[in-house]
């Protein structure tokens, strides 16, 4: 716990952490003019605060940075990565020689943090989503771990005209998330002008207050200041706490702090030796500051190897929707793991993710309508291990939080989500609520594992298979009630595709997924009773793809392939199927899809009226065999 001794350091204390902050800002400026590239101006800001977090506050383990019980630190004004890898330069973890080779291709230490680097759980950069993050960490150690870990976010203020910014002020306000700390650097210049509010910190502070977080203004270069106002946030409970400091950009150079058009510059090479040693001539100390040891009490995790208590419990022929069965899926794995937790953007009675909350309730997260937040969210509760996250809502609402998403690969993030309600078969709702650009954004997400499951016992099997598989996983479900065709005793493999339907006369193989998959079952049975036989395979993974699958039945039909999707064209299965046999001789593939922007209407109708229905399946093999 905090003491008296962390609100009032000692003269000694104060002037070291004084000479830590202008260390930071020399091994900074120094960095980036190696690389020349860079921004050391925004280090210069937030010097004051990572000397006082880093060898005052936060406590942790130096020499194990992911130690489950350190305080978390998230830099989401990613650009000023410098001074945080120079804060672990005087703890001792990076090197100088590393710290000199900033940016350089065969150094680890990237223009903008990202895991690769043992002290950092999420990547940041793209401005906005560092406190989203920071708020799946905190709410995961004050409700899932229940430990005394606490978690630090460093903002700029230029990021939080970033909305995303507010959806996660409101989360952590509505969870009395006590264990967050934002910091807000307001050093009044964005990169290209001055920010909104230039440094009205006052109006951070009521906007924060607004958002009912417990706010505090401070001199964001005083370090007796910031000592203070980091003791006070632990005095509070059942709030999180916003630190507004005002700072200037640039802190210490002549000529360049508080001036513009310095955003992303190294000083100039010619004047960075009498910079370093004006702000070097300022240090008084040269002793170490040894961080506080954390307190070690959060439990034992491990999150590998997860399996169902039991089958599947569906019988072939049985109807239900993916969505339902997906619900039912997530509840199971739940009681199979206690750190399997689910989050929803408000939609838990359409996605059945309601299914695992009265089962779970303590390990269902609310997200209400903010689903770029959810994403981070989810983020944060994956980092390190500690719980495995499936996040859900309609896929077409997941487009909103793709840039969550593209950072969340950066990361190399192992979060699960769970996109419903996909394609024309959504029916009445009307192209709004349709997802139809969703396969093309989670195939183009790299490491991303995308299930496309067609009943009940395929969509059970996926979910299991996501919470076990490393990388970011997607799977899409519909709203229709469909028919089980697999037994509880099928096996289901990532990338592994199934052939539901041959024989040595099948002089074609269409291959669907989802509700298009039933339409061409039906398509096969059809077309059978003129006397032309089909091969039908469920893709089951859209990536990666079973290739060998799809080129082994193709030649054995006589290269003719059919894919037909609930999608747009661009991006979805026809075009994965296209690239996979693109160097294969003699297979002619012909794609059907949603050619255009859809409309109300009922499933059945739009099937058919967009040209994916049984009927048009059929029609499009009989042409390939003319």
């Given at each position: 716990?905090?003491?008296?001794?962390?609100?009032?350091?000692?003269?000694?204390?104060?002037?070291?952490?004084?000479?830590?902050?202008?260390?930071?800002?020399?091994?900074?400026?120094?960095a980036?003019c190696?690389?020349?590239?860079?921004?050391?101006?925004?280090?210069?800001?937030?010097?004051?605060?990572?000397a006082?977090?880093?060898?005052?506050?936060?406590r942790?383990?130096?020499?194990?940075?992911?130690?489950?019980?350190?305080?978390?630190?998230?830099?989401?004004?990613?650009?000023?990565?410098?001074?945080?890898?120079?804060?672990?330069m005087?703890?001792?973890?990076v090197?100088e020689?590393d710290?000199?080779n900033?940016?350089?291709?065969?150094?680890?230490?990237?223009g903008?943090?990202?895991?690769?680097?043992?002290?950092?759980?999420?990547?940041?950069g793209?401005?906005?989503?560092?406190?989203?993050?920071?708020c799946?960490?905190?709410?995961?150690?004050?409700y899932?771990?229940?430990?005394?870990?606490?978690?630090?976010?460093?903002?700029?203020?230029?990021?939080?005209?970033?909305?995303?910014?507010?959806?996660?002020?409101?989360?952590?306000s509505?969870?009395r998330?006590?264990?967050?700390?934002?910091?807000?650097?307001?050093?009044?210049?964005?990169?290209?002008?001055?920010?909104?509010?230039?440094?009205?910190?006052?109006?951070?502070?009521?906007?924060?207050e607004?958002?009912?977080?417990?706010?505090?203004?401070?001199?964001?270069?005083d370090?007796?200041?910031l000592?203070?106002?980091f003791?006070?946030?632990?005095?509070?409970?059942?709030?999180?706490?916003?630190?507004?400091?005002?700072?200037?950009?640039?802190?210490?150079?002549p000529?360049?702090?508080?001036?513009?058009?310095?955003?992303?510059?190294?000083?100039?090479?010619?004047?960075a030796?009498?910079?370093?040693?004006?702000?070097?001539?300022?240090?008084?100390t040269?002793?170490?500051?040894?961080?506080?040891a954390?307190?070690?009490?959060?439990?034992?995790?491990?999150?590998?190897?997860?399996?169902?208590?039991?089958?599947?419990?569906?019988?072939?022929?049985?109807?239900?929707?993916t969505?339902?069965a997906?619900?039912?899926?997530?509840?199971?794995?739940?009681?199979?793991?206690?750190?399997?937790?689910?989050l929803?953007?408000?939609t838990?009675?359409?996605?059945?993710?309601?299914?695992?909350?009265?089962?779970?309730?303590e390990?269902?997260?609310e997200?209400?309508?903010?689903?770029?937040?959810?994403v981070?969210?989810?983020?944060?509760?994956a980092?390190?291990?500690?719980?495995?996250?499936?996040?859900?809502?309609?896929?077409?609402?997941?487009?909103?939080?793709?840039?969550?998403?593209?950072?969340?690969?950066?990361?190399?993030?192992?979060?699960?989500?769970?996109?419903?309600?996909?394609?024309?078969?959504?029916?009445?709702?009307?192209?709004s609520?349709?997802?139809?650009?969703?396969?093309?954004?989670?195939r183009?997400?790299?490491?991303?594992t995308?299930?496309?499951?067609?009943?009940?016992?395929?969509?059970?099997?996926?979910?299991?298979?996501?919470?076990?598989?490393?990388?970011?996983?997607?799977?899409?479900?519909?709203?229709?009630?469909?028919?089980v065709?697999?037994?509880?005793?099928?096996?289901?493999?990532v990338?592994?595709?199934?052939?539901?339907?041959?024989?040595?006369?099948?002089?074609?193989?269409?291959?669907?997924?989802?509700?298009?998959?039933?339409?061409?079952?039906?398509?096969?049975?059809?077309?059978?009773?003129?006397?032309?036989?089909?091969?039908?395979?469920?893709?089951?993974?859209?990536?990666?793809?079973?290739?060998?699958?799809?080129?082994?039945?193709?030649?054995?039909?006589g290269?003719?392939?059919?894919?037909?999707?609930?999608?747009?064209p661009?991006?979805?299965?026809?075009?994965?199927?296209?690239?996979?046999v693109?160097?294969e001789?003699?297979?002619?593939?012909?794609?059907?899809a949603?050619?255009?922007?859809?409309?109300?209407?009922?499933?059945?109708?739009?099937?058919?009226?967009f040209g994916?229905?049984?009927?048009?399946?059929?029609?499009?093999?009989?042409?390939?065999?003319?």
């Open positions: 716990m905090a003491t008296a001794c962390d609100a009032v350091p000692n003269p000694a204390t104060v002037q070291g952490l004084r000479d830590v902050a202008n260390r930071l800002r020399v091994l900074a400026i120094r980036t190696a690389c020349s590239s860079g921004h050391p101006t925004s280090c210069c800001s937030a010097a004051e605060i990572m006082v977090l880093f060898f005052h506050t936060m942790y383990k130096q020499t194990e940075p992911e130690h489950p019980d350190n305080d978390r630190f998230v830099l989401s004004k990613g650009h000023a990565a410098p001074v945080l890898y120079a804060a672990w005087e703890a001792g973890h090197s020689a710290l000199l900033l940016r350089k291709v065969h150094c680890d230490l990237e903008h943090p990202t895991p690769r680097l043992s002290f950092v759980d999420v990547a940041t793209s401005l906005g989503q560092g406190l989203g993050a920071a799946g960490m905190a709410y995961t150690g004050k899932l771990d229940k430990a005394s870990y606490r978690v630090f976010c460093l903002m700029g203020d230029g990021e939080s005209s970033e909305g995303s910014v507010w959806e996660a002020l409101a989360f952590a509505h969870y998330l006590d264990n967050l700390v934002a910091v807000f650097d307001v050093n009044r210049l964005g990169q290209s002008g001055s920010t909104p509010l230039g440094h009205c910190t006052d109006v951070y502070q009521q906007r924060c607004a958002f009912g977080w417990n706010t505090c203004l401070v001199d964001g270069h370090v007796e200041a000592c203070r106002a003791w006070q946030a632990t005095q509070v409970q059942n709030k999180p706490t916003a630190i507004i400091a005002k700072t200037f950009k640039g802190r210490g150079i000529n360049i702090e508080d001036a513009e058009n310095w955003h992303g510059k190294p000083v100039p090479r010619e004047r030796d009498a910079i370093v040693k004006l702000i070097e001539s300022q240090i008084q040269h002793s170490s500051l040894i961080p506080k954390p307190v070690e009490d959060s439990p034992p995790v491990n999150i590998t190897n997860i399996k169902m208590t039991s089958p599947p419990a569906y019988k072939v022929g049985h109807v239900m929707a969505r339902k997906c619900g039912l899926a997530l509840a199971k794995l739940g009681h199979a793991h206690e750190r399997v937790i689910v929803d953007g408000d838990k009675n359409s996605t059945f993710s309601e299914i695992f909350k009265k089962e779970h309730p390990r269902f997260i997200c209400f309508i903010a689903e770029q937040n959810m981070s969210v989810a983020l944060g509760c980092a390190r291990g500690r719980t495995v996250a499936f996040a859900s809502t309609f896929a077409a609402f997941l487009t909103r939080a793709f840039d969550q998403l593209r950072m969340g690969a950066i990361s190399e993030s192992n979060i699960n989500l769970v996109g419903s309600h996909c394609g024309v078969s959504v029916g009445e709702d009307g192209p609520q349709m997802a139809l650009e969703d396969l093309a954004m989670f183009s997400i790299p490491g991303c995308v299930f496309y499951p067609s009943d009940a016992v395929s969509t059970e099997h996926a979910v299991r298979l996501a919470a076990n598989t490393k990388g970011m996983c997607f799977i899409r479900t519909s709203r229709p009630e469909t028919a065709l697999y037994t509880p005793q099928e096996n289901f493999a990338g592994q595709a199934k052939v539901l339907r041959h024989s040595v006369e099948d002089e074609a193989t269409v291959i669907g997924a989802g509700v298009t998959l039933h339409e061409a079952l039906a398509a096969a049975g059809d077309l059978s009773q003129e006397g032309i036989s089909i091969r039908v395979i469920d893709l089951f993974t859209v990536k990666p793809l079973d290739a060998a699958t799809i080129v082994s039945n193709a030649r054995a039909t290269g003719r392939l059919l894919t037909v999707e609930d999608h747009y661009e991006g979805g299965i026809g075009e994965a199927v296209c690239a996979a693109a160097q001789p003699g297979i002619r593939v012909r794609q059907l949603v050619s255009h922007v859809p409309r109300s209407g009922k499933p059945s109708e739009l099937l058919d009226m994916i229905s049984a009927r048009h399946i059929a029609e499009a093999v009989k042409c390939m065999l003319k």
